[in-house]
């Protein structure tokens, strides 16, 4: 008879708190640093104290008692033998009252305040005197309400004690690192040091994170990032893809001869980047930069006209249905009439279609007569088979998370060996990457950059004003209207409330209606039906409506020649490079445009630093890269990255606007490590990464 397995114990409490936090494994035990440090290694006398000081002070209590004035509270005079000093605390337990009984000994840490009626201390930790002091600095770690700190130390010290801690490094890059970190740190000593460190370091140095043993760790964390990046790439090139080649008087000739404007270089360079990516059969990975109105679409449909020239399908994929509609209206404007004569369409899917337009589309998809196939990320639901898929276009990528692109993968018919297949896949972004992102997080992306503006785009000029010019600004509206253009004004989306969100909308469009008679004022919001949304944009569109107010739904790709004013309202809640977007929709004619950012203070205050920040930032420069930078400064990584971040793991130490030294030779050590000491480098990884490797490779 088979042995029956013994019951797993449950977890207690705060077995599964520490789960929660993520901290499974002893390496993560270890790898969870102290938020700061208390110094208990000495006891210091009241005479020799000063006022607002943490400290750790002995003696015996004198008096103990209930008072209720104010409120009811525990007072207990503690004498050290120099001064005496009352601890107050206002939560207590019998338990309390005993251990600060009159007559007990015992040690108190916590701030000092003198006064008139001498010190005081509100609240400190107790425990009884005696016992030898700790010959280091005791560390709080970052945790939760179910974990006492107690609890969490005894769990970090002993999977510190477990963890693998041996070296992953081999020798030959040990010396450039030792070079890089200013000294020879091992990753043991460092942990070691930094969960207890001596009562001689500097703290400025701990906490800034300046000192070596910081710099080993983050060296390290740099470098499983990078290994993980380089794997993803290594990885992806056994894998296969379609060969796409261009026919000759195909359709790439033949929509390059439609266009009614000339490509501008970098369109023409990038172009040739994407096309030479997709003759490989190894799947494209290329991420498409440019600032707003570079012409990236444009790109985009030469890239779709290769795959079906090829004599395959082209997905493209939008994060919202206006904006599809948006990229769909120009890409079908331009390929329609070139698909038509091969007997070819353009199949669109959204989330609100009716059932029965839905399922045509989706037979024109399955049968491969739908040669582009436009849509949200409905396109990727499992009921969607494609005939032949072999390219997939995602604009606004890091909206689209990383089981988004995981789902697409399923989506390619196998290769004539009966070989699995992966579609090509060409990522566009408005919102350029920094440098140091792009080689950090974006190092398995190969990146392509359009860096000039099609020529008779005209320049924005961008002015910051407070609300209280409010009149002014609707008078420069008359001044537009008159002149024949039309005007965005746009109110912030105020997540926690939509019906706040849509009462403010709702009172500046009354407002205009109001001050603009004879024009036509529209109104767009998160909450109207599509249908809805779709006549007011094309009464816009047309030219028919003079102003639209709208929430932040025409953030990306809405494109209206003749909107030459952009208002943006309460432009102090909104990120920086959400409001560059923004701002991108006017300028895109030959009319002088301008944006307007009005900001409201806080009541009787002025504005906080960052959003100051912001506004000067958008003030100072058109030119996205340089908002972009401004921005990584402002908000730092974890916020810039969005949703490119569900999965892939963030740096927990690592600072990219500090640390671009650290960057740099954990970039070269990798292909090194990889190339030479592979099993290393996987030792290294499931260290550094554990189960979170998987989701880079998307």
């Known amino acids: 008879?088979?042995?029956?397995?013994?019951?797993?114990?449950?977890?207690?409490?705060?077995?599964?708190?520490?789960?929660?936090?993520?901290?499974?494994?002893?390496?993560?035990?270890?790898?969870?640093?102290?938020?700061?440090?208390?110094?208990?290694?000495?006891?210091?006398?009241l005479r020799d104290a000063r006022d607002g000081q943490l400290a750790q002070i002995e003696g015996t209590v004198t008096h103990s008692e209930i008072g209720f004035r104010p409120r009811r509270q525990l007072l207990v005079t503690l004498d050290d033998g120099s001064d005496t000093c009352t601890l107050r605390f206002f939560n207590f337990y019998p338990a309390h009252q005993k251990t600060l009984a009159v007559g007990a000994q015992v040690r108190v840490r916590g701030e000092l305040r003198g006064g008139f009626l001498g010190w005081t201390m509100v609240h400190p930790a107790f425990h009884a005197a005696g016992g030898e002091l700790p010959d280091a600095l005791t560390p709080v770690y970052?945790?939760?309400?179910?974990?006492?700190?107690?609890?969490?130390?005894?769990?970090?010290?002993?999977?510190?004690?477990?963890?693998?801690?041996?070296?992953?490094?081999?020798?030959?890059?040990?010396?450039?690192?030792?070079?890089?970190?200013?000294?020879?740190?091992?990753?043991?000593?460092?942990?070691?040091?930094?969960?207890?460190?001596?009562?001689?370091?500097?703290?400025?140095?701990?906490?800034?994170?300046?000192?070596?043993?910081?710099?080993?760790?983050?060296?390290?964390?740099?470098?499983?990032?990078?290994?993980?990046?380089?794997?993803?790439?290594?990885?992806?090139?056994?894998?296969?893809?379609?060969?796409?080649?261009?026919?000759?008087?195909?359709?790439?000739?033949?929509?390059?001869?439609?266009?009614?404007?000339?490509?501008?270089?970098?369109?023409?360079?990038?172009?040739?980047?994407?096309?030479?990516?997709?003759?490989?059969?190894?799947?494209?990975?290329?991420?498409?930069?440019?600032?707003?109105?570079?012409?990236?679409?444009?790109?985009?449909?030469?890239?779709?006209?290769?795959?079906?020239?090829?004599?395959?399908?082209?997905?493209?994929?939008?994060?919202?249905?206006?904006?599809?509609?948006?990229?769909?209206?120009?890409?079908?404007?331009?390929?329609?009439?070139?698909?038509?004569?091969?007997?070819?369409?353009?199949?669109?899917?959204?989330?609100?279609?009716?059932?029965?337009?839905?399922?045509?589309?989706?037979?024109?998809?399955?049968?491969?007569?739908?040669?582009?196939?436009?849509?949200?990320h409905a396109v990727i639901q499992d009921q969607v088979v494609f005939s032949k898929l072999a390219l997939a276009i995602i604009d606004e990528q890091h909206r689209f998370g990383?089981?988004?692109?995981?789902?697409?993968?399923?989506?390619?018919?196998?290769?004539?060996?009966?070989?699995?297949?992966?579609?090509?896949?060409?990522?566009?972004?408005?919102?350029?990457?920094?440098?140091?992102?792009?080689?950090s997080y974006y190092a398995d992306l190969d990146v392509s950059t359009i860096d000039e503006l099609p020529p008779g785009r005209t320049p924005i000029v961008t002015k910051v004003v407070a609300d209280s010019r409010r009149d002014e600004v609707i008078e420069r509206i008359r001044g537009q209207l008159a002149q024949g253009r039309q005007v965005y004004w746009v109110c912030p989306l105020i997540e926690e409330s939509e019906a706040l969100d849509l009462s403010n909308a709702t009172a500046t469009h009354a407002e205009l209606s109001a001050s603009l008679p004879g024009v036509l004022v529209g109104l767009l919001h998160s909450r109207m039906p599509v249908a809805e949304k779709k006549a007011v944009m094309s009464l816009f569109t047309g030219g028919q409506m003079g102003v639209l107010v709208s929430t932040t739904v025409i953030e990306v790709g809405v494109d209206v020649p003749n909107a030459s004013l952009m208002v943006i309202e309460h432009a102090e809640r909104f990120g920086l490079s959400q409001l560059h977007q923004l701002r991108g929709r006017v300028g895109r004619g030959a009319a002088a445009s301008a944006c307007v950012l009005m900001y409201t203070p806080p009541d009787g205050g002025r504005l906080g630093e960052t959003a100051r920040e912001r506004l000067k930032a958008m003030a100072d420069t058109s030119d996205g890269f340089e908002i972009a930078r401004r921005d990584l400064e402002i908000r730092g990584p974890g916020e810039f990255l969005g949703a490119r971040q569900s999965g892939a793991p963030l740096l927990r130490f690592a600072d990219l606007a500090t640390d671009t030294?650290?960057?740099?030779?954990?970039?070269?050590?990798?292909?090194?490590?990889?190339?030479?000491?592979?099993?290393?480098?996987?030792?290294?990884?499931?260290?550094?990464?554990?189960?979170?490797?998987?989701?880079l490779k998307a």
Request: proline share 7%; glycine share 8%; with cysteine.
């Open 1 to 45: 008879m088979p042995e029956a397995t013994p019951a797993r114990k449950p977890l207690t409490a705060p077995q599964k708190a520490l789960h929660k936090l993520g901290l499974a494994r002893d390496i993560d035990l270890a790898l969870h640093l102290p938020l700061r440090y208390e110094d208990e290694t000495r006891i210091v006398k």
């Open 142 to 376: 970052p945790t939760s309400a179910q974990l006492p700190q107690a609890y969490l130390r005894k769990a970090v010290a002993s999977g510190l004690n477990r963890a693998d801690l041996g070296e992953t490094l081999p020798p030959e890059l040990l010396g450039g690192l030792h070079a890089v970190v200013r000294g020879t740190w091992t990753l043991r000593d460092a942990l070691r040091y930094l969960h207890h460190p001596g009562p001689e370091v500097s703290l400025d140095a701990l906490e800034d994170r300046s000192h070596p043993a910081w710099q080993r760790l983050k060296a390290e964390e740099l470098l499983a990032q990078q290994l993980s990046q380089f794997t993803a790439r290594q990885e992806r090139a056994v894998l296969r893809a379609p060969a796409l080649r261009a026919a000759p008087g195909g359709l790439h000739e033949q929509l390059l001869g439609v266009l009614p404007f000339a490509l501008t270089t970098a369109q023409r360079r990038v172009g040739e980047e994407i096309a030479r990516d997709l003759l490989r059969q190894v799947p494209m990975h290329r991420l498409l930069q440019g600032d707003v109105g570079s012409g990236k679409t444009v790109v985009a449909a030469l890239a779709a006209a290769i795959a079906i020239d090829a004599g395959w399908q082209c997905a493209l994929m939008a994060p919202t249905e206006i904006l599809a509609e948006q990229h769909f209206a120009k890409l079908i404007g331009w390929l329609e009439p070139l698909l038509a004569p091969l007997g070819k369409r353009v199949a669109w899917l959204t989330g609100s279609q009716k059932k029965k337009q839905r399922g045509e589309m989706l037979a024109l998809i399955a049968s491969g007569e739908a040669a582009l196939v436009v849509g949200t």
């Open 402 to 439: 990383v089981a988004q692109r995981l789902a697409l993968r399923s989506k390619v018919g196998a290769a004539d060996d009966g070989s699995a297949q992966e579609p090509h896949l060409l990522m566009m972004t408005a919102t350029p990457i920094p440098r140091t992102l792009a080689m």
């Open 661 to 695: 030294h650290l960057l740099d030779w954990a970039r070269e050590a990798a292909p090194v490590m990889l190339r030479q000491h592979p099993a290393l480098a996987e030792k290294h990884i499931a260290r550094w990464l554990g189960g979170k490797a998987e989701y």
